[in-house]
């Protein structure tokens, strides 16, 4: 009962994701809050509001007034707006987000978002094509500047029948994201620290030996478990793209497979739990040159030694109420090579990457093994980094203690 004595204010608009809002009234009554609904003349098409009202044990309401007992009531947009701890619209759709976006008020919906008080989270949903529209993202963003949560869509078929970027999340995915904004989320409190993206071993001033990681999924999964409340302690080597925004509580830049040890294993005591999705350079130059090497003087080999196995090092100091979860990178005999690394290194969980042209560095989707100590293994299908960030952070939810 996460959300006992809460009320959550439901905004509905016409999209055919509407169609999953009673499984979301369900859900969040079960957690004890009070529901109610507010939605647009044309998200009747798509849900029914007796459906909603039967649910929610308050009436669906669309219209600025009703005809009680032969007389109009007003139905008041600023009492609604009040009443709310938390505002959620979803679906959102192109047309509504156009209005929030500009303030425009012309239905009980946009005039309720615009009297509340309340934290405001959205949840667009529409085709691909129209949720990656300029004007669309240019009013997404908007939104993210008056304060706005905007729950991201997520990667799948489409009822266009098209596959991409633009579901809604599902219901639990939703109630999960109301729940961390009332400071009720599944990790709140817990204390995660994760690392992230390459190492680059220095051969000399200017030359490294590196390795293709974007940092992709460990971002992902950083930016994930904030969303679902964690404090959140990210440790990265050199990443490909500029760091998003997020309620972090920690954030160590790193270059070398040194530095990043240092940090995880400072960070790691303090943390109920770890997830390292790093791909750090297992051997580095021995002799490092502080200055260029001049051409004319390159050696005719480099001496490696072997980089700290960070993850090991925290295996071995891992206490019985810390939660450590690892990757295994493997392009032969993966699940058997995943399960020797999760036993040698005292992994909780590892989660099994096999590169293709799909998945693994650089790419937008991802498909992985998870495989739990107890020889328990999930299969996580094609999905975005995004949505496995997902399912690893499910598993250590449930394995939370
Ligand atoms: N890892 C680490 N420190 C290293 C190397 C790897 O912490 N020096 C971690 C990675 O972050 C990952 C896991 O160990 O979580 C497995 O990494 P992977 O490259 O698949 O395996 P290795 O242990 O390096 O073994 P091998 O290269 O032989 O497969």
């Known amino acids: 009962m996460l959300l006992r004595g809460k009320k959550v204010l439901l905004g509905i608009c016409g999209g055919i994701a509407a169609y999953k809002i009673p499984m979301l009234v369900r859900a969040l009554i079960k957690e004890g809050a009070e529901v109610r609904c507010v939605m647009t003349s044309e998200a009747g098409q798509f849900v029914s509001p007796l459906v909603l009202s039967t649910l929610s044990g308050y009436p669906a309401l669309s219209a600025y007034t009703a005809q009680e007992s032969g007389s109009a009531v007003w139905n008041s947009h600023v009492e609604l707006g009040l009443w709310a701890d938390v505002f959620l619209i979803a679906p959102l759709t192109a047309n509504t987000l156009a209005k929030l976006a500009h303030g425009q008020s012309d239905n009980l919906l946009t005039a309720t978002y615009l009297s509340a008080r309340c934290p405001v989270l959205v949840a667009p949903a529409m085709d691909l094509d129209m949720?990656?529209?300029p004007s669309v993202q240019s009013n997404l963003k908007q939104l993210t500047s008056y304060g706005i949560e905007v729950v991201e869509p997520e990667f799948g078929f489409l009822a266009s029948g098209l596959e991409g970027k633009g579901r809604m999340p599902e219901p639990e995915h939703l109630l999960e994201r109301i729940q961390t904004r009332m400071g009720r989320?599944?990790?709140?409190?817990?204390?995660?620290?994760i690392n992230a993206g390459p190492t680059y071993e220095p051969i000399d001033a200017v030359r490294f030996i590196g390795n293709h990681s974007s940092g992709k999924m460990g971002?992902?999964?950083a930016l994930e478990a904030v969303r679902r409340g964690a404090e959140v302690y990210l440790v990265h080597g050199p990443l490909r793209f500029t760091l998003p925004d997020a309620?972090?509580?920690q954030v160590v830049p790193v270059v070398t497979a040194a530095e990043m040890e240092r940090a995880?294993?400072?960070?790691f005591d303090r943390c109920d739990g770890a997830i390292l999705s790093a791909?750090?350079?297992?051997?580095?130059?021995?002799d490092p040159k502080a200055n260029k090497i001049k051409k004319d003087q390159a050696p005719e080999a480099i001496q490696l030694e072997p980089t700290p196995d960070i993850l090991a090092g925290l295996g071995t100091k891992k206490r019985t109420n810390q939660t450590l979860i690892g990757f295994a990178l493997e392009t032969d005999n993966g699940l058997d090579n995943a399960w020797k690394?999760?036993?040698?290194?005292?992994?909780?969980w590892i989660v099994l990457n096999e590169p293709g042209p799909e998945t693994g560095f650089g790419t937008e989707t991802n498909r992985a093994w998870l495989v739990h100590k107890s020889g328990e293994k999930r299969d996580s299908g094609l999905v975005s980094k995004a949505e496995l960030a997902g399912q690893i952070l499910d598993v250590l939810t449930h394995a939370a203690p």
């Not at 791909?279 to 021995?286: E, H, K, Q, T």
């Open 131 to 133: 949720m990656a529209h």
């Open 185 to 193: 989320g599944p990790l709140s409190g817990f204390k995660l620290l």
């Open 219 to 221: 971002v992902e999964i």
């Open 247 to 249: 309620a972090f509580a």
């Open 264 to 267: 995880c294993s400072e960070w």
């Open 279 to 286: 791909a750090v350079a297992d051997f580095r130059p021995a």
């Open 341 to 348: 690394k999760l036993t040698r290194k005292n992994l909780d």
